[in-house]
């Protein structure tokens, strides 16, 4: 799972109450150009907020028409960080900039998000790069080398005809520190395939992973050298 993130759908809710309060149109009457392009409020709404470069809400109806709109709705221009420089958003930009704003226009920010409790962290699988504290076999990654050495069975049929290298696996580290979901990403035969895939099965149980203060489920890449 990808890191706790608000969407454009938090500005929607945070932005109305300001409007109203200005005889604007309510939210559901919003209309939302992204990155040059009219989209709807629940296109709008799926934008992930970290994607966002800038935010604009244009509430008087003559700077509205510069844009194409005539209505009496709120316009929300979006420009994202993938396509600031692109040819749309630099005549956006431009649009923007020859405003006669009356006043400075409304950049939205959203309140900061609550730090979470242990029940509200979401079930998904968290990447071991983005979280504070990362998972770690016991003793260290030198202790699990160790495990891995006194525990592996080098395969026969492998041994025989001298297959060596590296098994890359990937797997899930539980809350609890247990290991599930292993696979084989890239691998050398199928017996020796399967041998990295026990030994990793029986490894102990982690330390988990921590984030906002609390265990999650982590995403964990390694890889098993099988050397005669």
Not at 5 to 13: K, Y
Not at 187 to 196: C, H, K, P, V, Y
Request: proline fraction near 6%; include cysteine.
């Amino acid at each position: 799972m990808k890191k706790i993130s608000l969407t454009l759908f938090t500005f929607i809710c945070f932005l109305a109450p300001a409007m109203a309060q200005q005889n604007q149109a309510p939210n559901q009457n919003l209309l939302f150009l992204v990155d040059g392009k009219f989209v709807t409020k629940n296109e709008a709404a799926k934008i992930n907020r970290d994607s966002i470069e800038t935010l604009t809400v244009i509430k008087e109806k003559e700077h509205k028409k510069v844009f194409g709109v005539s209505d009496d709705g709120g316009l929300i221009i979006v420009i994202t960080k993938a396509k600031i420089n692109s040819a749309e958003n630099v005549l956006i930009k431009e649009k923007i900039s020859k405003i006669n704003f009356k006043t400075t226009p409304d950049m939205v920010k959203a309140p900061s998000p609550a730090k979470p409790s242990r029940d509200s962290i979401p079930n998904g699988v968290f990447d071991f790069i983005s979280i504070e504290k990362q998972p770690e076999f016991p003793g260290g990654i030198k202790a699990f080398y160790s495990f891995l050495n006194e525990n592996i069975k080098y395969p026969k049929e492998a041994a025989k005809r001298q297959i060596q290298g590296r098994v890359f696996l990937s797997f899930i580290v539980e809350k609890d520190g247990s290991l599930t979901g292993i696979k084989v990403i890239r691998g050398l035969s199928f017996d020796i395939n399967d041998e990295a895939v026990r030994v990793l099965s029986a490894s102990p149980y982690w330390n988990p992973g921590i984030h906002f203060g609390v265990p999650v489920r982590v995403k964990y890449n390694i890889n098993v050298n099988f050397s005669l």
